[in-house]
């Protein structure tokens, strides 16, 4: 049951849905609110696991406008009567396959993609968005002979970047098998040199604060600490430091962990963090002189800070 404005309570009421008329009726006065509704939950559970391997479902899925037909394209089934006839006359067979050919590469690549999505925890609006970028290339420009792979991880690279949720390259990395970091970074300069009118102007900026989130999650930080790390980089962003913006939340981090109760070594930070301790004390040392106006005051006193090695 919800809450629905009935005109006759003059109130928000709860409701009760009946499902086999479709009418959604009032709970407190009984007067039906909507009539005839449309059902858009699943027609009923498919037993397409089961041993006569039958499927009732009676639909497909949702259109999509990458493919050629829409996704619509229907396939026939060939007789169940007998082993010795499950396959479709020579005639049939034939104009099927063909008409499958067209969209059956794309739907392998969109397969690959919700697969690397998934392991990467990724949302469907950065997998359809990782799916556009790899039709709109492939329109423009053949892949054939390029490492799909590498494509394939390049197109949720720059999807991420689109969708303001960025990853690095080494966590894109990390969920594809067929691919090297620097074959993804080659396939993402070809993928922005053939789309940078339509990719330029919707990619920002990345900073340290989009990663940060992620990076604290991953090492169990408390809520005040990961709110004064979120300060503390929202501070940094107003100085001068070349330093990619992965190294500085990496060096924020391990920072405020040194403040907390709960220290962290180099070593755990780039655990989590895929930065290597290098990088990260270099990152540390650069920002070390503006600590007494990065750290907030409420989170450490002004001793603690001055007391931080260099």
């Not at 009760?16 to 909507?34: K, P, Q, R, W, Y």
């Not at 960025?166 to 396939?187: D, H, L």
């Not at 962003?237 to 391990?254: F, G, H, K, Q, W």
């Amino acid at each position: 049951m919800s809450d629905i404005f009935c005109r006759d309570c003059n109130m928000l009421t709860e409701v009760v849905f009946d499902h086999s008329a479709g009418d959604t009726i009032c709970s407190e006065c009984g007067l039906v609110l909507e009539s005839r509704s449309v059902d858009e939950t699943s027609e009923w559970r498919s037993f397409a696991d089961e041993s006569n391997g039958n499927d009732p479902n009676r639909v497909g899925g949702p259109v999509n406008p990458l493919l050629a037909d829409g996704g619509l394209s229907t396939v026939i089934a060939g007789p169940s009567n007998g082993a010795s006839s499950n396959a479709l006359p020579s005639s049939v067979g034939r104009w099927q396959s063909r008409a499958s050919k067209p969209d059956r590469h794309l739907l392998n690549i969109f397969s690959a993609i919700a697969i690397m999505a998934d392991r990467l925890g990724l949302v469907t609006t950065i997998k359809d968005r990782a799916n556009e970028i790899y039709k709109k290339v492939e329109d423009q420009r053949p892949l054939r002979g390029r490492n799909q792979d590498a494509v394939v991880a390049a197109c949720l690279y720059i999807a991420c970047r689109q969708e303001n949720k960025p990853r690095t390259v080494k966590e894109i990395c990390s969920a594809v098998s067929g691919a090297s970091k620097k074959e993804i970074g080659r396939a993402k300069e070809f993928i922005w040199k053939h789309l940078e009118v339509e990719i330029g102007q919707e990619i920002g900026t990345i900073h340290a604060g989009d990663y940060l989130r992620r990076f604290c999650s991953n090492l169990g930080m408390k809520n005040l600490e990961v709110k004064a790390a979120q300060e503390t980089v929202q501070k940094s962003e107003d100085l001068v430091i070349r330093r990619s913006p992965i190294s500085v939340a990496a060096a924020v981090i391990y920072i405020i962990t040194q403040l907390s109760d709960d220290k962290r070594t180099f070593k755990d930070i780039s655990l989590a963090t895929r930065v290597a301790e290098g990088t990260i004390k270099n990152s540390y040392k650069d920002l070390y002189p503006h600590l007494p106006r990065l750290i907030p005051n409420w989170f450490a006193k002004e001793e603690d800070v001055k007391n931080l090695c260099n």
